[in-house]
């Protein structure tokens, strides 16, 4: 039943004028385990900037025994165009096939050739195109945040479920191999849980900011003809195009990878309450051990800098308010070193990815400026030694635990649950910094207490033919 559905499902994916071709399932899509003719993984890249060239395909390089990657696609020629020399450059002289190249992804999507994608696409479109790649029999990872709305991650969790496709999210916090960051907060998150703090008192979290909006580009350009723009946007309004609203392009056919507008605009993007946030709230919901629940209050303001475009928030102040009164104190690096900090009755404890300058004083470290290691606490013993409920030690590193979650057909350590989780922490915060006041949360119904207008944000307008929404009626899931 289940590959009857998605065969037929993937004949209404397409968001064009023609339907897609049929996408019969291979060995690995019917989730029975095993090899495709190639004897591995054959994995196709969504996105072909900046993430996927510095990280995502660099870590597939890393685990060649398991995976190769067979296609690609991008509404970018350009970068897309780059994509086949970044990997002849990742994996020297391993033979790997041709990459087949799509504009249009959902080309990518019918191949029967692909047994799983990887999703690095802006922020925006993430919840569209790992809908439709559950839908197309693929396995999915992709990059975080999750997504923009609590509805879209509501509906990746169902859909999912339902097709029994292998999932990993982009929160390498929570791995500890090669090309990871280590076992700190997963050791900070045992101990918390392990009482070794007492009562926990508050928790705080830093987070870093975002750029200056530049002054030297135009907010409106003529499109790039290598650029298919309204693909692009997506579910979101029409609008003009600039490099400042989109990411910066190449010249000379060769592409350019620096950090992207849309980053810092609030239709595409949350802000650094969900780029760094979902990192951090992440291991925040890990060590209260609220994977499958969250905050049931949220409040915080922001300012939010008049720029000509570039309009997520700038200096915040969020708390975010768990069941028995705990708060999460979230805010910038101007206030707290960027990482996180458990506080309770018998000290404190600290994860990061690097070691970290305290910025101010800080009465309960003594109020003293200095360092803090990556993963440090108010006395040794905090932090020493076995506890004795121990989390599941993931040694792997980050994408072969999608690997060789495929080959076995068992979950990851990030389900979807989880991931959507704490992908919401972050949407609670901005939307709270959104609307400037108090927002009470109810995690089980996932909604907003006796409040119209917070509720009216749970999703967002969809232009069509994009957007979850029109995705789910084309698949005939959703009328």
Not at 3 to 26: D, Y
Not at 57 to 71: I, T
Not at 362 to 388: D, N, Q, T, Y
Request: contains cysteine.
């Amino acid at each position: 039943m289940q590959g009857e559905f998605s065969r037929r499902s993937v004949l209404k994916l397409c968001t064009g004028a023609a339907a897609l071709p049929a996408a019969p399932f291979n060995v690995l899509a019917q989730g029975v385990g095993g090899t495709t003719r190639l004897g591995k993984i054959q994995v196709g890249v969504i996105g072909c900037g900046r993430i996927a060239s510095s990280m995502d395909v660099a870590g597939l390089s890393q685990c060649p025994d398991l995976a190769v990657p067979v296609a690609a696609a991008d509404c970018d020629r350009v970068r897309l165009n780059a994509m086949p020399e970044r990997v002849r450059q990742l994996y020297g002289d391993t033979t790997v096939p041709e990459l087949k190249l799509a504009d249009d992804y959902h080309e990518l999507l019918a191949n029967p050739a692909v047994d799983a994608v990887m999703i690095c696409t802006p922020d925006f479109c993430h919840a569209e195109i790992c809908i439709e790649a559950a839908l197309a029999g693929k396995d999915v990872y992709v990059q975080k945040p999750l997504t923009m709305t609590v509805f879209e991650g509501r509906k990746i969790v169902e859909v999912l479920k339902k097709t029994e496709r292998v999932f990993h999210i982009g929160s390498q916090q929570r791995s500890e191999g090669r090309s990871t960051f280590g076992p700190q907060f997963r050791k900070a998150a045992e101990y918390v849980r392990d009482g070794r703090l007492g009562k926990l008192l508050k928790v705080e979290v830093g987070l870093p900011s975002d750029p200056a909006e530049p002054a030297d580009l135009p907010l409106e350009q003529p499109v790039p003809p290598t650029f298919n723009f309204d693909r692009w946007l997506g579910r979101s309004p029409l609008a003009p195009y600039s490099e400042l609203r989109t990411h910066p392009q190449g010249k000379n056919g060769k592409p350019r990878f620096g950090r992207p507008g849309w980053m810092t605009v609030r239709q595409y993007d949350l802000g650094m309450i969900a780029n760094w946030g979902a990192h951090h709230l992440d291991i925040v919901q890990w060590a209260l051990g609220m994977d499958d629940s969250g905050p049931v209050a949220a409040e915080g303001r922001a300012e939010f800098p008049k720029r000509r475009l570039w309009n997520t928030h700038g200096k915040f102040d969020v708390k975010l308010t768990y069941p028995g009164g705990l708060v999460v104190n979230v805010a910038g690096t101007d206030v707290y070193p960027n990482g996180i900090r458990f506080i309770g009755e018998k000290g404190w404890i600290f994860c990061s990815r690097n070691s970290e300058k305290t910025l101010i004083d800080v009465p309960s470290a003594g109020g003293k400026h200095g360092r803090w290691r990556p993963l440090e606490a108010s006395e040794a013993a905090l932090i020493s030694g076995e506890v004795e409920h121990p989390l599941a030690r993931n040694k792997l590193s980050h994408h072969r635990v999608w690997l060789e979650s495929i080959k076995s057909r068992k979950p990851t350590n990030i389900p979807p649950e989880t991931a959507h989780r704490s992908t919401t922490a972050c949407i609670l915060a901005a939307t709270a910094m959104d609307l400037g006041r108090k927002l009470n949360w109810d995690p089980k119904a996932e909604r907003f207490v006796n409040d119209d207008e917070a509720n009216q944000t749970l999703s967002l307008p969809e232009r069509a033919p994009y957007g979850v929404r029109n995705v789910l009626k084309r698949a005939g899931w959703e009328s």
